[in-house]
């Protein structure tokens, strides 16, 4: 792919958008949570890994901050580029790294209570710019650039990371409510989904999947803030595919039919065991292709240890009402994986639950390194 091509669609964007193009203010993205800007002590009293430390940022202020460090450390080997703000300013980054004829791109933080991709994704960064080897897991960066072109958007929901580290200090449900249990389920959806009770007396979404600035205004004038799954405009980006209203989609949709990636891969969490699943809507034309992807992602968690939902792939369970993102992404002639990273809790019952012997809630760190194994995966699988 030719490096103008995504230079140019990542200057679009801003600029379609109302933003100034180019590298963003120095001061922009900091300030941490909401208490005025303090850091948190990244938690040097826990017993982490070395690659929790380096990798788990505790919210959205802290996690944008390391990216762009790590981007002005590495600036003559990425492109790096804001592409659009979070209705409360939070910026929205972009990297480009590697000059391959395929183009590949990695979304994660898509929800912002879907804290591992955006700390395994940030791991994978600085093993292929810094060359870091965390987990002990190094890669041939110099052949996997030469060969790829990857478009990496570490954060794509900051404003809900910002909101989910508000009720969750360290960013890991695991911490904070363990065991699944009805309290602890509603606990949990109560903070990702709100006021999707408040309005419609079930935390299920609802179609359109996104409320009206109205709305928003009557849930905060109770004392609440929005729930973290979805944007700062109120709206779950996971269903915005179609109808795009979200400010992040937006931006997103206009780099992504520009390059016309090979494959997007977007990682999440849920709370069952970690899964890869094909799209939605199956593909003829694709679905052979990301079978292999998916076996080889099975293929890097098993010679790991790590514990997934070994089934062959299946489809994401299909939306009553309004299509998923990753019908978006076969429109555009990519092929796509979802995956799944337990994160903290394990769920016994919904529509993606398969009672697995022996299955257990991963560590925070064994959910960091499944995201960071997942994305080393799928770039030697294509390389």
């Not at 909101?163 to 200090?169: D, E, I, K, N």
């Not at 915005?240 to 999440?268: M, N, S």
């Not at 089934?311 to 309004?322: D, H, I, L, N, S």
Request: proline share 7%.
């Amino acid at each position: 792919m030719e490096r103008r091509d995504f230079l140019g669609a990542l200057a679009a964007a801003p600029a379609a958008l109302g933003l100034a193009g180019g590298r963003m203010p120095e001061d922009a993205g900091r300030g941490g949570g909401a208490a005025g800007g303090e850091r948190s002590t990244r938690g040097d009293y826990l017993a982490w890994s070395a690659e929790e430390r380096d990798y788990w940022f505790f919210n959205a202020g802290d996690g944008l901050d390391r990216l762009r460090r790590l981007a002005d450390r590495h600036c003559a080997a990425a492109d790096f580029r804001e592409l659009a703000r979070s209705a409360s300013g939070l910026p929205v980054y972009g990297f480009r790294l590697g000059s391959g004829p395929r183009p590949v791109a990695i979304l994660s933080g898509m929800h912002g209570c879907e804290p591992s991709g955006p700390r395994g994704v940030l791991a994978f960064l600085d093993a292929l710019l810094g060359g870091a080897r965390p987990f002990g897991r190094p890669l041939d960066a110099a052949r996997l650039l030469a060969r790829l072109t990857l478009l990496v958007f570490p954060l794509i929901n900051p404003g809900g990371a910002e909101r989910f580290a508000l009720h969750f200090p360290d960013s890991w449900h695991g911490t904070w409510i363990p065991d699944w249990n009805d309290a602890n389920a509603a606990r949990f959806y109560a903070e990702g989904n709100e006021p999707c009770k408040f309005f419609y007396g079930t935390y299920v979404k609802q179609a359109p999947m996104r409320f009206t600035p109205d709305q928003i205004a009557q849930w905060e004038a109770t004392g609440h803030v929005i729930g973290s799954s979805m944007t700062d405009q109120g709206l779950d980006m996971w269903f915005d595919w179609d109808d795009t209203h979200g400010i992040e989609t937006r931006a997103l949709k206009q780099i992504l039919a520009a390059v016309r990636p090979y494959c997007v891969l977007d990682f999440h969490n849920f709370m069952f065991p970690t899964e890869v699943f094909l799209p939605t809507i199956p593909s003829a034309s694709y679905q052979a292709d990301e079978s292999a992807l998916a076996a080889a992602i099975h293929a890097e968690w098993r010679a790991r240890r790590l514990l997934f939902n070994p089934r062959p792939p299946r489809g994401y369970p299909k939306p009553p009402e309004k299509y998923y993102e990753d019908a978006w992404f076969h429109q555009i002639g990519a092929r796509c994986l979802i995956v799944e990273f337990n994160g903290g809790m394990l769920a016994t019952a919904g529509a993606e639950y398969e009672p697995i012997p022996g299955m257990r809630a991963l560590t925070r760190r064994e959910s960091l390194e499944s995201a960071y194994a997942a994305a080393c995966a799928l770039a030697e699988a294509l390389a």
